[in-house]
């Protein structure tokens, strides 16, 4: 099992973590003062106008989830318009609660939000910032920051299909689109394709009613099985330990372990950043497939099968590739 504290690439939080992270603020923040904003990073504030102190002071009047991102609205300024914070973790970042006046200036620290009942610190557990705030004035506003996907817990089949097979991706990339499907990234992707036992790379254009019918089943019951899972382990307290690598998890970041379902050798495909794990038994009919940069460098001795692999194995023709 791969430690989720050095993986914090393929680490998004997406939809079940983002939306117990607004459950857990809701008695903390909503209908509360914002009394000040310890920006300690600047490369974390994305915009200049409204300036970030015209958020202090303001009540917090709503909370709501876009995308992969968490939208804070303030009451309206004197112009009559909502402010509204949107915090997006993107890779690394994280949100921690702590007793009102906490210090933290670490560099991992960007901005910490005073309350009267506590901080909110935005932190972010890499080098490279990614991380960014937004504070925007109005829904219209607001708005630009939606990618506009589906969202899918909810979505009827007829809409989910027609998302789906709006253009022709691979599986994989379609339920990942933001401009396509709402909140869904690299590990609820593995989780959903592996409960619909449909292969990563098969073409959302060829998919028959059947499979769609599979998909938008698999793809609700995932998500919501994972938020009421992510809830019940919080609990009243705070998600401290946000990660896209759970142990209960079917294929998602555990390559070469056994599939629940077979017990066949979970794979992989890496690909820069991002990584699909997949059984090959259940999901691609004991196919291997082949990551681009591998293939090329072995080519012929790539095993395509399984069957293939455990042979190679045995005759200690080393590891599977990937």
């Not at 106008?49 to 303001?58: M, Q, T, V, Y």
């Not at 009451?75 to 609660?97: C, K, P, T």
Request: charged share 30%.
């Amino acid at each position: 099992m791969q430690d989720p504290d050095l993986c914090h690439a393929d680490a998004v939080p997406e939809l079940p973590d983002i939306t117990v992270y607004l459950d857990c603020l809701e008695p903390r923040i909503l209908g509360r003062p914002l009394e000040r904003i310890r920006l300690q990073s600047v490369s974390l504030l994305r915009t200049v106008e409204p300036a970030l102190a015209e958020a202090e002071g303001r009540v917090v009047r709503s909370l709501r989830r876009i995308g992969k991102r968490i939208a804070i609205g303030l009451q309206d300024d004197v112009e009559g318009e909502e402010l509204f914070l949107v915090l997006h973790l993107m890779i690394a970042g994280r949100l921690r609660w702590r007793p009102p006046g906490t210090r933290d200036r670490s560099k991992r620290c960007h901005a910490i939000f005073d309350f009267p009942d506590g901080c909110l610190l935005f932190t972010e557990a890499s080098s490279k910032k990614r991380a960014m705030l937004h504070l925007l004035r109005g829904e219209a506003a607001l708005s630009e920051h939606d990618p506009g996907g589906l969202e899918p817990l909810g979505s009827s089949l007829e809409a989910f299909a027609e998302a789906l097979t709006r253009e022709n991706h691979t599986l994989k990339r379609a339920l990942t689109d933001p401009h396509l499907l709402s909140g869904i990234g690299n590990a609820y992707s593995d989780e959903i394709l592996h409960r619909a036992e449909m292969s990563p790379v098969k073409l959302t254009q060829r998919l028959d009613h059947a499979e769609l019918q599979r998909l938008h089943d698999a793809t609700q019951t995932v998500l919501e099985e994972w938020t009421t899972r992510l809830r019940a382990a919080v609990g009243d307290g705070f998600p401290d330990k946000v990660t896209a690598f759970h142990p209960e998890m079917a294929v998602h970041g555990r390559f070469r372990e056994p599939c629940p379902r077979c017990g066949s050798p979970v794979q992989r495909i890496v690909r820069q950043e991002h990584e699909t794990n997949y059984c090959p038994t259940c999901q691609t009919g004991g196919k291997l497939l082949a990551d681009r940069a591998l293939s090329r460098l072995l080519k012929k001795d790539w095993p395509r099968t399984l069957e293939e692999l455990e042979l190679r194995k045995a005759r200690g023709g080393g590891d599977a590739p990937g």
